[in-house]
């Protein structure tokens, strides 16, 4: 089945794992065509554009939910280090990250890409830059490498 690339800022990282911002209702049946099982959300269930019950949804579609909210304001190193351990944990399976705008999820990929699996820091930061380019305390949170 072909990338549902109609999902706000979807990306493809590699034949596992996907981003992208905040998926409707149905693009989450087509994430789920995907092979998808684990979803990490990084955004705040309360922003306006969040699903009412996305952990109801999902689970309806077989796919274990995990929300690790970031405050967009403050992304922390504790927060990424949940974020590795969770990687870490789902390393082999089908997995889809996203936030609301896919913003968090691009940096914290990119951290992830660069720091943990050692991976080339020109085309991990290029494919984040496809997203955005990181501002205010973002610009902190992507150059620091503390693991």
Not at 52 to 65: F, H, K, N, R, V
Not at 68 to 81: C, G, I, M, N, T
Not at 119 to 138: C, F, K, N, S, Y
Request: aromatic fraction near 8%.
């Amino acid at each position: 089945m072909a990338d549902p690339d109609t999902i706000f800022n979807w990306l493809r990282i590699d034949a596992r794992v996907t981003t992208s911002g905040q998926p409707s209702e149905p693009e989450l049946a087509a994430i789920a065509a995907l092979g998808v099982r684990h979803v990490i959300n990084l955004g705040l269930h309360s922003h306006p554009k969040a699903l009412p019950d996305e952990a109801g949804s999902l689970a309806a579609l077989g796919i274990a939910y995990i929300h690790q909210p970031v405050d967009f304001q403050a992304p922390s190193l504790e927060d990424f280090r949940r974020f590795c351990a969770k990687m870490n944990e789902l390393r082999d399976v089908p997995l889809h990250v996203h936030c609301i705008m896919n913003y968090r999820v691009s940096a914290f990929i990119y951290r992830y890409r660069r720091d943990v699996l050692e991976q080339d820091d020109t085309l991990a930061r290029a494919e984040m830059e496809r997203i955005w380019q990181p501002e205010g305390a973002w610009i902190d949170f992507v150059a620091d490498r503390a693991l």
